[in-house]
């Protein structure tokens, strides 16, 4: 029986001769041919539809996404499936009049078998999870918010969700903080406070080991964003990335030894994929597209893949659609 990573080479082969038969393959099969970096298109999402925030099952045969029906960012939303044998994408979520939104990472355990998403399907964005068949759609949190409750991630034996909570104001004078909640909603705990420090934290990411947690952080207002860990507590907190860019949508490589993010570093027009060791270093660059913006990484199962957003430019109404690349051998052992 092939492996699930033979199996996504032979998907990312067949794609390419299937968007040479088809009727929009020029287009479609530019998008890789421009790319100095040899990544490739997984979907097209339909229409103005945009493609985001690309998770990978614990056996690595799936990806669960985001799609906003009506451009970058643009609900409503639902989450779908994308099989990497077939190349199939099946919906998840029902088609409703609603944001339901995964983050990228650790979005789903393989103990319980769940993934967990932020909706606002009854009226404030709380924490939800489902099965991948679609059963067992349940509310996790239950509140009236601001806060809303959102980016959720797994702890890897199931027991505990790390989350974001927005206080809901415009995005330059955003202050979020990070929480913890158990899965069944008890012992809600507050690890950050972004009010209170000055802060804007979000998008965090639990480690493989269950040891720390990651997340982003940046004075509100700035554009310099900068990746932090910290014990489950919210102790011992530890800055990864030092320079003044945007470090943003972290999450681990499967042995909990590197963290990949999407960053301008180094000054880049858009922003693409680095790879850092956990305790710091030198940035090591694995997408290499100037006009695209590359973005929301996941890392697969066996460390060999990364999955990835990428829309043209910094137009936030342009469309995006999910890539794969490959893990340069060795490259968690240069950033250190």
């Known amino acids: 029986m092939q492996n699930w990573s033979s199996k996504l080479v032979l998907f990312i082969t067949a794609a390419i001769l299937a968007l040479a038969a088809c009727?929009?393959?020029?287009?479609?099969?530019?998008d890789s041919a421009n790319r100095a970096d040899s990544a490739i298109r997984l979907a097209m999402p339909p229409g103005a539809a945009s493609d985001q925030n690309p998770a990978f099952s614990p056996d690595g045969t799936r990806l669960?996404?985001?799609?906003?029906?009506?451009?970058?960012?643009?609900g409503p939303a639902g989450l779908f499936l994308l099989d990497l044998d077939s190349g199939q994408v099946t919906r998840l979520t029902p088609a409703e009049d609603q944001d339901n939104v995964n983050l990228p990472g650790a979005a789903w355990n393989g103990i319980n078998g769940w993934i967990v998403f932020a909706s606002d399907r009854a009226g404030s964005d709380d924490l939800w999870r489902i099965a991948p068949d679609g059963s067992d759609f349940s509310r996790t949190t239950s509140h009236r918010g601001p806060p809303w409750y959102?980016?959720?991630?797994?702890?890897?034996?199931g027991q505990w969700i790390v989350f974001e909570a927005d206080r809901g104001r415009p995005d330059d004078r955003q202050q979020g903080s990070i929480w913890k909640v158990r899965a069944d909603g008890s012992d809600l705990t507050q690890l950050t406070n972004g009010p209170g420090?000055?802060?804007?934290d979000r998008q965090p990411n639990?480690?493989?080991?269950?040891?720390?947690?990651?997340f982003q952080r940046r004075v509100p207002g700035s554009e310099d964003w900068n990746i932090f860990t910290m014990t489950l507590d919210g102790s011992d907190l530890q800055q990864v990335t030092t320079d003044s860019s945007s470090d943003t949508d972290a999450s681990w490589s499967p042995d909990g030894t590197c963290i990949v993010f999407s960053s301008d570093f180094g000054s880049l027009e858009v922003p693409n994929i680095f790879v850092i060791?956990?305790?710091?270093g030198y940035p090591i660059q694995i997408t290499f597209?100037?006009?695209?913006?590359?973005?929301?990484?996941?890392?697969?199962?066996?460390?060999?893949?990364?999955v990835f957003e990428s829309h043209a430019g910094q137009d936030e109404s342009s469309p995006s659609s999910l890539?794969?690349?490959?893990?340069?051998?060795?490259t968690c052992a240069n950033t250190k």
């Open 23 to 30: 009727g929009d393959s020029e287009a479609a099969l530019s």
């Open 64 to 74: 669960v996404f985001t799609r906003f029906e009506n451009g970058y960012n643009h």
């Open 150 to 157: 959102i980016e959720p991630s797994w702890s890897p034996d």
């Open 197 to 200: 420090g000055g802060t804007d």
């Open 206 to 214: 639990w480690s493989p080991a269950g040891d720390r947690i990651l």
């Open 277 to 280: 060791a956990v305790n710091g």
């Open 289 to 306: 597209f100037d006009t695209n913006e590359d973005g929301a990484p996941s890392w697969s199962p066996d460390g060999q893949w990364i």
């Open 323 to 330: 890539w794969s690349i490959a893990v340069p051998e060795g």
